[in-house]
Nanobody, 116 residues
Framework: QVQLVESGGGLVQPGGSLRLTCAAS????????MGWYRQAPGKQRELVAV???????NYADSVKGRFTISGDNTKNTVYLQMNSLKPEDTAVYYC??????????WGQGTQVTVSS
């Protein structure tokens, strides 16, 4: 069973930066999209950013201009560079990878806390 493992979360001051990494424990074939979601306490999980196999990207309005998603679907690895972090970015961040013929894969989540 392939698992996704996120890393790079932590505590950062407002205005700071973090880089999240998501790597698969095994090989996932036919990936067509990789993305990051987040869930803050008491809120629904929301899409943060997604990158497709043709390298097109899409971002939530709240993170445009501050976050950058990148990835290599041949290596089953996706990154999220987060700059100019705000307290409202505080959440558990989840990695998602979607592949044809599967229900998709989720990581266990990594906590990001933005606080002074």
């Amino acid at each position: 069973q392939v698992q996704l493992v996120e890393s790079g979360g932590g505590l950062v001051q407002p205005g700071g930066s973090l880089r999240l990494t998501c790597a698969a424990s095994g090989r996932i074939f036919s990936i067509y999209a990789m993305g990051w979601y987040r869930q803050a306490p008491g809120k629904q999980r929301e899409l943060v950013a997604v990158i497709t196999s043709d390298k097109s990207t899409n971002y939530a309005d709240s993170v445009k201009g501050r976050f950058t998603i990148s990835g290599d679907n041949t290596k089953n690895t996706v990154y999220l560079q987060m700059n100019s972090l705000k307290p409202e970015d505080t959440a558990v961040y989840y990695c998602n990878q979607r592949a044809w013929g599967t229900a998709g894969y989720w990581g266990q989540g990594t906590q990001v806390t933005v606080s002074s």
